[in-house]
């Protein structure tokens, strides 16, 4: 298996702990556009601030208009736009609006995210975390396409999660419809095609001037796990005997300041010019999870030995085969093509 880029930290000299706005001290992004879905809530919110400090315009879509403001109320300048991924005319009504405003678009962060949720479908009748973490940001990327390929030099981040290592894509029941439905293989699948998506699209797109990204932001506590039980999130020492979040970045466990980083940084980074459809982790190249070996174990052996903070990457999530699969599959089941 090969990738365009090897899955190699490149020592960065940032890290788990690093924050998104010390990736962009001193930067200057004026004249400069994203748009950051999620951009309301969790990371998002800490994703748009780092740029918008930086002086990127910003574009958040949102399915509710007064809580993104009450949110965003302290981050001048940005704008929202409704949008919800689950509904494709939606997700085109809203590419539309952008790209009649003949704008480049420098940076499409996909940060927006469902985890862990019980069964639902969308009107298609697609699983939620599938439709919602992949298939809605498949058919906004491509929307989108023109305004990236206007803005000759762009980058195209998927917020995708150590989750991934929950399940690959199921090619034969993707949706549930005849195996028992378990929330974190469904969110595992739908964080495995954010990885798979980033690869293709980067080998898409590179002649073209854009590539692609894919993150672990770190294991944080947002709105996102609001479907897990508390005494599970104890059990993982992500919040301590008061519900209160343990800050730990030693052993990945993040303040979403600290999270949002490895985004901003995929997104507006000197050290990745040239590079791409690699997945990130700690503002650098993650490395890659020997086959055969156990990724749980093999990252507490790394955080336990100082070897590494990060956990890795599953090969199959950037397989280029199974990448290209997916990418096929995503065109037929939107209907969306580049």
């Given at each position: 298996?090969?990738?365009?880029?090897?899955?190699?930290?490149?020592?960065?000299?940032?890290?788990?702990?690093?924050?998104?706005?010390?990736?962009?001290?001193?930067a200057?992004?004026?004249?400069?556009?994203?748009?950051?879905?999620?951009?309301?809530?969790?990371?998002?919110?800490?994703?748009?601030?780092?740029?918008?400090?930086?002086?990127?315009?910003?574009?958040?879509?949102?399915?509710?208009?007064?809580?993104?403001?009450?949110?965003?109320?302290?981050?001048?300048?940005?704008?929202?736009?409704?949008?919800?991924?689950?509904?494709?005319a939606?997700?085109?009504?809203?590419?539309?609006?952008?790209?009649?405003?003949?704008?480049?678009?420098?940076?499409?962060?996909?940060?927006?995210?469902?985890?862990?949720?019980?069964?639902?479908?969308?009107?298609?009748?697609?699983?939620?975390?599938?439709?919602?973490?992949h298939?809605?940001?498949?058919?906004?990327?491509l929307?989108?396409?023109?305004?990236?390929?206007?803005?000759?030099g762009?980058?195209?981040?998927?917020?995708?999660?150590?989750?991934?290592?929950?399940?690959?894509?199921?090619?034969?029941?993707?949706?549930?419809?005849?195996?028992?439905?378990?929330?974190?293989?469904?969110?595992?699948?739908?964080?495995?095609?954010?990885?798979?998506?980033?690869?293709?699209?980067?080998?898409?797109?590179?002649?073209?001037g854009?590539?692609?990204?894919?993150?672990?932001?770190?294991?944080?506590?947002?709105?996102?796990?609001?479907?897990?039980?508390?005494?599970?999130?104890?059990?993982?020492?992500?919040?301590?005997?008061?519900?209160?979040?343990?800050?730990?970045?030693?052993?990945n466990?993040?303040?979403?300041?600290?999270?949002?980083?490895?985004?901003?940084?995929?997104?507006?980074?000197?050290?990745?010019?040239?590079?791409?459809?690699?997945?990130?982790?700690?503002?650098?190249?993650a490395?890659?999870v020997?086959?055969?070996?156990?990724?749980?174990?093999?990252?507490?052996?790394?955080?336990?030995?100082?070897?590494?903070?990060?956990?890795g990457v599953?090969p199959?999530?950037?397989?280029?085969?199974?990448?290209?699969?997916?990418?096929?599959?995503?065109?037929?089941?939107?209907?969306?093509s580049?």
């Amino acid at each position: 298996m090969t990738t365009s880029t090897p899955q190699t930290p490149l020592g960065t000299g940032y890290g788990p702990a690093t924050t998104a706005s010390e990736i962009v001290a001193g930067a200057d992004l004026t004249g400069r556009t994203a748009i950051v879905t999620g951009g309301y809530s969790g990371l998002g919110v800490e994703t748009v601030r780092a740029l918008r400090t930086a002086g990127a315009s910003v574009v958040v879509p949102v399915r509710n208009r007064e809580k993104a403001a009450e949110t965003l109320a302290g981050v001048d300048g940005v704008q929202l736009e409704p949008m919800d991924l689950q509904d494709p005319a939606s997700v085109d009504a809203f590419a539309d609006r952008f790209l009649g405003e003949d704008r480049p678009l420098h940076m499409l962060i996909n940060s927006a995210g469902i985890m862990a949720v019980p069964l639902s479908r969308d009107a298609r009748g697609y699983e939620s975390q599938f439709a919602t973490n992949h298939l809605g940001h498949f058919q906004l990327t491509l929307r989108l396409w023109p305004a990236l390929l206007r803005a000759e030099g762009a980058r195209v981040v998927a917020v995708s999660s150590w989750g991934h290592r929950e399940s690959g894509i199921v090619w034969d029941d993707m949706h549930f419809e005849r195996r028992p439905y378990d929330p974190m293989s469904a969110y595992g699948q739908s964080k495995t095609a954010n990885n798979l998506f980033a690869v293709e699209l980067d080998r898409r797109g590179r002649d073209h001037g854009v590539r692609a990204f894919s993150l672990h932001p770190g294991r944080i506590l947002t709105p996102l796990v609001r479907y897990t039980d508390p005494e599970i999130l104890r059990r993982m020492g992500m919040i301590d005997e008061n519900g209160e979040p343990i800050v730990d970045p030693a052993r990945n466990k993040k303040s979403p300041q600290q999270g949002a980083a490895t985004s901003v940084w995929c997104a507006t980074s000197p050290q990745l010019d040239g590079l791409g459809g690699v997945y990130c982790e700690n503002s650098d190249i993650a490395p890659l999870v020997p086959d055969g070996d156990d990724p749980v174990a093999l990252a507490e052996e790394r955080v336990r030995t100082q070897q590494s903070h990060a956990f890795g990457v599953m090969p199959y999530s950037i397989d280029p085969h199974s990448a290209t699969r997916l990418w096929d599959l995503s065109e037929k089941l939107t209907g969306i093509s580049l």
